[in-house]
């Protein structure tokens, strides 16, 4: 058991989270992170903040403790709970927000948040559906309660004036559509889609989608892109690890991955429900978030020879789209 905080003299005992922060021995009201040695104000809210979503050597267990306090605090104090000049989020971070399967309005609009612009240029890349009509038709639908600027990027008939950089580096988002990864991977390579991405994502374009979307920015993943059963691909690599879409709604994907990942034949990763996903800055994985009440986000990895499924905290993006993160 912890001990409890000390009491400051003539004043409140410690918030708990001192407990992974030491005191400066060189500022006055300043103390150090235990995990990555970063001084900062001694404020608890800007603690917490920092072991929540900043903190690049923290253990997972306890970014997850400090996760679940800074969705509670952000949930019942949106305003206050943190100072301004942490509320703004930095344009120079690279952003992808991915979801296990349907990246619809409520999704659509979180990214848009992410791109903090008044109405954003969102682009919608439909390579892995084969430039599907339907699926072009639904995302202009699902943008149509939003303030932002829809646009869709053809492969397969092109008929912009623009070339595919000139056109995708102009977005605020790109969000791409689900369908078969290993040919959307294909034909991103034959055009040079990949590289263009890359640029996109160091720009600090918003970069996003579920299902093929969503895998599509990590190292490997499975995917059901062939015929029969459930495979494994290699994807682009912007984020590392594995990933695992549709981990609720298709009864073979749980097994299969932690088998996987048992056997050392992918690496340890995330899988995300069906409206479910995560936003990540850099490398990070910043906040778990979910359009639907019993979605979740796992971290799947080997502890001491056994697969463990890790459950993260959540938050709701149905009723709070802001982006305070």
Same mark, same amino acid.
């Given at each position: 058991?912890?001990?409890?905080?000390?009491?400051? $003299?003539?004043?409140?005992?410690?918030?708990?989270?001192?407990?992974?922060?030491?005191?400066?021995?060189?500022?006055?009201?300043?103390?150090?992170?235990?995990?990555?040695?970063?001084?900062?104000?001694?404020?608890? $809210?800007?603690?917490?903040?920092?072991?929540?979503?900043?903190?690049?050597?923290?253990?997972?267990?306890?970014?997850?403790?400090?996760?679940?306090?800074?969705?509670?605090?952000?949930?019942?104090?949106?305003?206050?709970?943190?100072?301004?000049?942490?509320?703004?989020?930095?344009?120079?971070?690279? $952003?992808?927000?991915?979801?296990?399967?349907?990246?619809?309005?409520?999704?659509?609009?979180?990214?848009?948040?992410?791109?903090? $612009?008044?109405?954003?240029?969102?682009?919608?890349?439909?390579?892995?559906?084969?430039?599907?009509?339907?699926?072009?038709?639904?995302?202009?639908?699902?943008?149509?309660?939003?303030?932002?600027?829809?646009?869709?990027?053809?492969?397969?008939?092109?008929?912009?004036?623009?070339?595919?950089?000139?056109?995708?580096?102009?977005?605020?988002?790109?969000?791409?559509?689900?369908?078969?990864?290993?040919?959307?991977?294909?034909?991103?390579?034959?055009?040079?889609?990949?590289?263009?991405?890359?640029?996109?994502?160091?720009?600090?374009?918003?970069?996003?989608?579920?299902?093929?979307?969503?895998?599509?920015?990590?190292?490997?993943?499975?995917?059901?892109?062939?015929?029969?059963?459930?495979?494994?691909?290699?994807?682009?690599?912007?984020?590392?690890?594995?990933?695992?879409?549709?981990?609720?709604?298709?009864?073979?994907?749980?097994?299969?991955?932690?088998?996987?990942?048992?056997?050392?034949?992918?690496?340890?990763?995330?899988?995300?429900?069906?409206?479910?996903?995560?936003?990540?800055?850099?490398?990070?994985?910043?906040?778990?978030?979910?359009?639907?009440?019993?979605?979740?986000?796992?971290?799947?990895?080997?502890?001491?020879?056994?697969?463990?499924?890790?459950?993260?905290?959540?938050?709701?993006?149905?009723?709070?789209?802001?982006?305070?993160?």
């Amino acid at each position: 058991m912890e001990p409890a905080p000390s009491k400051p $003299k003539g004043g409140r005992p410690r918030d708990g989270v001192w407990a992974d922060f030491d005191e400066s021995t060189t500022k006055i009201r300043a103390c150090i992170c235990t995990w990555c040695r970063l001084e900062m104000k001694s404020e608890p $809210k800007r603690m917490i903040h920092h072991l929540a979503q900043k903190c690049k050597h923290i253990d997972l267990v306890v970014r997850n403790k400090y996760l679940l306090r800074w969705n509670e605090m952000s949930a019942n104090h949106e305003d206050e709970s943190v100072p301004r000049k942490i509320q703004k989020t930095s344009p120079k971070k690279r $952003k992808i927000l991915i979801a296990g399967g349907n990246f619809n309005t409520v999704y659509l609009k979180y990214m848009a948040a992410l791109t903090g $612009k008044p109405r954003p240029r969102i682009c919608f890349l439909p390579t892995a559906n084969g430039d599907s009509q339907s699926c072009i038709l639904e995302f202009y639908q699902q943008c149509a309660p939003l303030n932002v600027e829809p646009f869709v990027q053809l492969l397969f008939v092109s008929k912009n004036n623009l070339d595919f950089d000139e056109m995708l580096l102009s977005m605020d988002a790109i969000v791409c559509s689900g369908g078969n990864t290993v040919n959307q991977q294909a034909i991103w390579k034959a055009h040079g889609i990949d590289d263009i991405l890359k640029q996109a994502w160091d720009k600090g374009i918003v970069l996003g989608g579920a299902s093929a979307g969503g895998l599509c920015w990590f190292e490997e993943g499975t995917t059901d892109s062939r015929p029969k059963r459930l495979t494994t691909v290699k994807c682009l690599g912007f984020l590392p690890g594995s990933h695992c879409p549709h981990y609720d709604s298709q009864l073979d994907r749980r097994p299969l991955y932690q088998k996987l990942i048992s056997t050392g034949e992918l690496k340890p990763g995330y899988a995300c429900d069906d409206d479910a996903g995560i936003y990540f800055e850099d490398h990070e994985p910043i906040r778990a978030v979910t359009a639907r009440a019993d979605a979740r986000v796992y971290y799947v990895s080997m502890v001491n020879g056994q697969i463990q499924e890790q459950v993260l905290p959540t938050h709701s993006i149905n009723t709070d789209t802001s982006c305070t993160i």
